[in-house]
């Protein structure tokens, strides 16, 4: 079982930058993959950026390609999400998601096995 927490949300402005940080404690996180998702309220939960076991493979959103970077840190079980030029369309409750080990990802929420329990972005134009 692993258990998520984000953290590094907040009120910024439009064209500000936040870092995300999910920390991750249990299970064997540094063999999954981890994905960053956000919702808006009344709206599914959308795909943001995810990242493999072993940092070798990413991908984004288009949306927020150029702007958002996952990165992670397996030796301190964690994954960051630094965004950059923030729009108000990136406003979100933003989370992290880790799929079981080894198995497979991608942009589905079905994919992700553990999930944090979120952390606001506000970006105010």
């Known amino acids: 079982q692993v258990h998520l927490v984000e953290s590094g949300g907040g009120l910024v402005q439009t064209g500000a930058s936040l870092r995300l940080s999910c920390e991750a404690s249990?299970?064997?996180?540094?063999?999954?993959?981890v994905a960053w998702f956000r919702q808006i309220p009344e709206k599914e939960r959308e795909f943001v950026a995810a990242i493999s076991w072993n940092s070798a493979t990413t991908f984004y959103k288009n949306s927020v390609k150029g702007r958002f970077t996952i990165s992670r840190d397996n030796a301190k079980n964690m994954v960051f999400l630094q965004m950059e030029n923030l729009k108000s369309e990136d406003t979100a409750v933003y989370y992290c998601?880790?799929?079981?080990?080894?198995?497979?990802?991608?942009?589905?929420?079905?994919?992700?096995?553990?999930w944090g329990q979120g952390t606001q972005v506000t970006v105010s134009s």
């Open positions: 249990g299970g064997a996180f540094s063999s999954s993959s």
């Open positions: 998601a880790a799929a079981k080990p080894f198995s497979e990802y991608g942009r589905s929420p079905g994919m992700y096995d553990y």
